[in-house]
Structure formats: structure tokens, C-alpha cells
């Protein structure tokens, strides 16, 4: 089986849009950790939300199976997100599952 990358591609613009919303959230943190608009515990909570956007992208980009993980627990999270969170979920979820995404990751790719 001769994997079509096309049908990859919006997992991919996934990954880009968590990567880069990753770096700019970490970047404005960091920017912002002199100043005392924000207490402590909500930087803390809102570095590591930032961290894991960056690596779960990073993970996707890089099609590594923990990568895969990361983008499903995320989605798990979404659906939380009452009505726009649980209908983009249900969507992506749809996709993955109707085009084998996961073949798409390390270690179940082959071809014929």
C-alpha cells in the first residue's frame, strides 16, 4: 500500500497552526514574566498548555507515533469545548479514521 500524502495534508496544517500557537504563546510568556498582570499559577498553567501545544506540533510535523498520542488526547480535549470544540473533534476525528491517518506515523508505514 502506497501511502497518498495529500490526504495528509491537513493533519500537517494541524501540527503548523499547534506548533506555531505554541512558540507565540510561549514567547509572549516569557516576554510578559516581569510583569504582574498575571499571578503566578495562571503563568505556570499557561506555559505548560504552551509547551504541550509546541511539542504535540512538533510531534505531528515530525510524523512520530507519540506525536499521533498527542494529537488524539488533544482532540479529546477539545470536545470539551462545547459547540465548536466538539463539532471540529468529531470532524478531525472523522478524517483520521476514514483516511488511516495513523498510518501516516513512525513505525506503521509500509509499502508495497
Known amino acids: 500500500m502506497i501511502l497518498d500524502y495529500k490526504k495528509f495534508k ?20 516569557l516576554s510578559e514574566l516581569n510583569a504582574s ?4 499559577p495562571a503563568i505556570y498553567f499557561l506555559l505548560i498548555m504552551s509547551i504541550w501545544h509546541l511539542v504535540s506540533g512538533i510531534g505531528i510535523l515530525l510524523r512520530k507515533r507519540w506525536g499521533y498520542h ?11 469545548g462545547i459547540p465548536i470544540g466538539t463539532l471540529l473533534s468529531k470532524r478531525i476525528f472523522a478524517y483520521i479514521n476514514e483516511n488511516d491517518i495513523e498510518l501516516f506515523f513512525k513505525g506503521k508505514e509500509f509499502h508495497l
Open 10 to 29: 491537513p493533519i500537517k496544517t494541524f501540527g503548523v497552526i499547534l506548533t506555531a500557537a505554541g512558540m507565540f504563546r510561549v514567547s509572549l510568556l
Open 37 to 40: 498582570i498575571l499571578n503566578m
Open 70 to 80: 498527542l494529537m488524539k488526547l488533544y482532540l479529546y480535549f477539545m470536545y470539551l
